[in-house]
């Protein structure tokens, strides 16, 4: 049996999805510094990248960026130390954005039995050998299930549950769609709601593995084996032009759920194929598109739209009382690594603080990126991995 030390080694090294090992936003390692350099963190590499709110995901030493040139969806594989190239799988893609936004995938890779899964922005879902490159199998799922485009295409990252992959395409008949991670068939389907921008998440409650999606209009509970629903819960913005883009976040049996457009967040119990709502409201978090982290019985995230500045709100996770609030911070991601708030922001700012209910008062903050940052960061190995629209960069957090 491998000890809870070495278990927590493996997983500090390796950042394989969206949202991180646990898909919660916690990086595992204990390797953060205390204090940076006055210029800030160093950088150890940075090179040109093409379009694509797509995170890095990193796994065994090796970085797969998911972006696009010249009409192309390009797979990369990267050494994750020095940022050369190891491999590069590639294929065409038409897509356009209909309110002239970045035309790159939007999706994180995800990383699982050797096997790298990408779902790009017309719904094209690849899976691609980890150590070779070499295409394993490939499902235009948008065009085999009359996908609608919605606003800005595909966006939710892939779930790789019990040798399925699982998909929030929103096809007819075919909402969301468990495809054998082996060879791309299709194994259940399941609702027929449009898609979200929302990546899923997966937990173990009462003994029992629960998918949880945020679709278009509510967020869904299935059994990942089968696809059976267990509950369905209406959340939808009362605007047609909104998106819903947060992960659900499963904190032992609650599940925590949010979005903005006047959507709110709620907060729910779950109990079998049941579920209780313990509160919901609109002021306490009110998440766009970045997904709170939780620490110690509080979630600390972005609350408001991106567009009208946002602020950052620590508030209690079985109550939503706001904790604390700082407005006008700006939009950007938050990340929990040690204790700490781990902020990109949408500028480039990196701002690290304790992750106290008491109040926010960083540690550290440098400027690390220009441009405009969207996507996801990856962590893995005491290293922090950030894109803006032209450039990856990797700065050392360790010491």
Not at 143 to 169: D, I, M, Y
Not at 264 to 286: C, H, P, Q, Y
Not at 296 to 321: M, N, P, S, V
Not at 332 to 345: D, E, P, S, Y
Request: charged share 20%.
């Amino acid at each position: 049996m491998i000890s809870a030390v070495l278990l927590l080694a493996a997983l500090a090294g390796d950042w394989p999805q969206f949202l991180g090992p646990t898909r919660d936003g916690v990086y595992p390692g204990s390797d953060i510094a205390p204090a940076w350099p006055s210029a800030g963190p160093p950088v150890v590499w940075k090179r040109d990248v093409g379009e694509g709110f797509a995170g890095p995901v990193v796994s065994g030493g090796k970085l797969i960026l998911f972006h696009r040139l010249q009409g192309r969806e390009i797979i990369e594989c990267l050494d994750a130390a020095t940022g050369k190239n190891v491999w590069s799988q590639e294929y065409p893609t038409a897509y356009r954005d209909d309110f002239g936004f970045d035309e790159g995938p939007r999706s994180a890779p995800v990383i699982a039995g050797g096997v790298v899964y990408t779902f790009g922005a017309e719904g094209v879902l690849t899976a691609v050998d980890f150590a070779t490159g070499k295409k394993l199998w490939q499902v235009a799922a948008h065009q085999k299930f009359r996908s609608p485009k919605g606003w800005f295409g595909s966006a939710g990252s892939p779930l790789v549950e019990g040798g399925k992959v699982l998909v929030n395409v929103g096809g007819q008949d075919a909402g969301i769609v468990a495809f054998d991670a082996a060879t791309g068939n299709v194994v259940w389907k399941a609702t027929s709601d449009e898609a979200s921008y929302s990546s899923p998440t997966v937990a173990t409650i009462g003994g029992v593995r629960h998918a949880l999606f945020l679709t278009r209009s509510e967020l869904v509970d299935l059994d990942p084996a089968n696809g059976q629903v267990r509950f369905a819960m209406p959340f939808k913005s009362r605007s047609s032009a909104s998106v819903t883009a947060a992960t659900p976040l499963v904190i032992g049996n609650l599940v925590f759920v949010s979005a903005s457009y006047g959507v709110g967040a709620a907060l729910l119990e779950v109990n079998g194929s049941t579920f209780r709502k313990i509160w919901a409201n609109d002021d306490s978090m009110s998440n766009h598109y970045s997904t709170c982290v939780f620490r110690d019985g509080y979630l600390y995230g972005f609350h408001g739209r991106q567009e009208e500045g946002q602020e950052l709100h620590a508030i209690e996770l079985k109550t939503g009382k706001i904790m604390w609030s700082v407005e006008r911070f700006g939009a950007g991601t938050v990340t929990l690594a040690g204790g700490r708030l781990l902020i990109v922001g949408e500028k480039g700012e990196l701002t690290i603080a304790p992750a106290s209910p008491k109040e926010f008062r960083p540690s550290e903050s440098a400027r690390i990126s220009g441009g405009m940052i969207r996507a996801y960061p990856a962590i893995a190995d005491g290293r922090l991995y950030v894109r803006n629209e032209h450039t990856l960069i990797c700065v050392r957090l360790s010491p």
